[in-house]
């Protein structure tokens, strides 16, 4: 079965991307709903049926693909987080690019800190380790406080 973690090693955030994008578009095309009717071919005045659907392991393969890409992206705009923070940005700054409030925005990127601490401890290798995970912390700093513009 075709699963967001399979799909993970299988593609980037752009081969997933065209991926799903190649079977969002067959599956509006498709009926599957109303596969027992005919439907008239414009051509021929002849009935043909309908395009075909997705196929089930085709449906599962964009579940797990919009995972993907959900995850890849979230992961990706955490990294741009910690470049505006970097960069000078203030939590209040941050939050309104993303459209939530400072504290929002504070509590996701420390979840995906604490999140990539945890990786590194299930995995050994990927992640985040102790030094990089005190480094974020402390770009993060808290909600209330401006960043260090050029720390990092």
Do not use: N
């Amino acid at each position: 079965m075709y699963t967001p973690d399979s799909a993970e090693r299988d593609h980037t955030l752009r081969t997933a991307v065209a991926r799903y994008d190649e079977l969002r578009v067959r599956e509006s095309l498709g009926s599957p709903a109303d596969e027992d009717l005919d439907w008239p071919d414009a051509m021929s005045g002849r009935f043909a049926p309908p395009q075909a659907a997705l196929s089930k392991e085709e449906a599962l393969e964009l579940l797990a693909l919009g995972e993907v890409i959900a995850r890849k992206a979230a992961y990706g705009r955490q990294l741009t987080v910690r470049t505006a923070r970097a960069a000078g940005a203030s939590w209040s700054q941050i939050g309104a690019a993303l459209g939530t409030t400072k504290q929002s925005a504070w509590e996701a990127h420390t979840r995906w800190i604490d999140g990539q601490a945890a990786f590194r401890d299930r995995t050994g290798t990927e992640g985040m380790d102790g030094d990089q995970v005190r480094a974020a912390r402390e770009l993060a700093g808290d909600p209330d406080e401006p960043a260090d513009s050029g720390a990092l």
